[in-house]
């Protein structure tokens, strides 16, 4: 058998399930035509076929190796390389803020604050949603509280933690 019926067998018997598995890699079917006819190319490349020969087949296994290793390739090739900017550089090498950073204290100990004398209700369902990262639609799907409640609430909250804030400072 030489390369290019060796081709033509896997192609006729094997071609579905290695579309399959580039699929499986890719998640695109254009792609993974394009990763399996760059598998056939390799195939006829091949110097040695009795590698890859297995009981009057192919060893299909080393078939997918090939597929992956070709589809890791061509991702190696994808990634770019980025220069550190000089501005980037300089951005590490400039001091600390002390007054930024303790005005930000401040005012962050003046928000817990706040909050220890906002009623339960409010003090949760904001906590929930600042530290969870949820939208107004993500907690009511969440909790069954009706959207109109929960915006309401957390903009009586806020307003509440911003006037306190406000008024100590």
């Known amino acids: 058998m030489n390369n290019n019926q060796l081709v033509e067998h896997t192609y006729r018997k094997h071609h579905t399930w290695l579309l399959q598995c580039a699929f499986n890699f890719t998640n695109s079917k254009d792609k993974a035509n394009e990763l399996v006819q760059d598998l056939y190319l390799k195939l006829l490349e091949l110097k040695n076929i009795e590698k890859i020969a297995y009981k009057n ?32 550089h300089n951005l590490s090498q400039q001091e600390y803020d002390y007054e930024a950073d303790q005005l930000f204290e401040e005012m962050l100990a003046l928000t817990h604050e706040a909050l220890d004398k906002e009623y339960w209700f409010g003090k949760q369902l904001l906590k929930v949603y600042v530290e969870e990262g949820h939208s107004i639609q993500s907690l009511h799907n969440a909790t069954g509280i009706s959207n109109s409640t929960i915006w309401t ?17």
């Open 57 to 88: 087949d192919v060893n299909l296994f080393y078939l997918y190796k090939m597929l992956r290793s070709i589809f890791l390739n061509g991702t190696k090739k994808s990634v770019a390389i980025l220069s550190i900017d000089e501005q980037l």
């Open 153 to 169: 609430q957390l903009n009586k909250t806020k307003k509440f933690v911003k006037e306190y804030v406000n008024k100590n400072k």
